[in-house]
């Protein structure tokens, strides 16, 4: 499985960004996917994700601000990030988890997301 994210940039605060994951590879639709995000001096921290099945999880400081989703084929993902803070300033990863076998996991490369005040 590979992952390849886009869609990070520089934004003023109060703009709204899409990032995107395209993944490739053998039964992708059989991963729960999300979003990650690290900050300069900071842990690696949950954003956003969705399961095979279609469930979403937030973070407390994202909810009603992001959306996750999924194509149809589940094959690309992307992150809607609206209102955004200048905290939301990170290194953005996608991440993919086998629903079954979670062993399985996999990262894409990072994006960057500078929000600036």
């Known amino acids: 499985v590979q992952l390849q994210a886009f869609g990070g940039g520089l934004v003023q605060a109060g703009g709204s960004l899409r990032l995107s994951c395209a993944a490739s590879?053998?039964?992708?639709?059989?991963?729960?996917m999300g979003w990650y995000r690290q900050a300069p001096g900071k842990q690696r921290e949950l954003v956003a994700s969705?399961?095979?099945?279609?469930?979403?999880n937030y973070a407390a400081s994202v909810t009603g601000r992001f959306t996750i989703s999924r194509d149809s084929a589940g094959l690309t993902v992307y992150l809607q990030m609206s209102r955004l803070e200048p905290d939301d300033t990170a290194v953005y990863y996608c991440?993919?988890?086998?629903?079954?076998?979670?062993?399985?996991?996999?990262w894409g490369q990072g994006t960057q997301v500078t929000v600036s005040s």
């Open positions: 969705t399961t095979s099945g279609g469930i979403t």
């Open positions: 991440n993919a988890v086998h629903s079954l076998f979670t062993s399985l996991k996999y």
């Open positions: 590879g053998s039964g992708i639709s059989s991963y729960d």
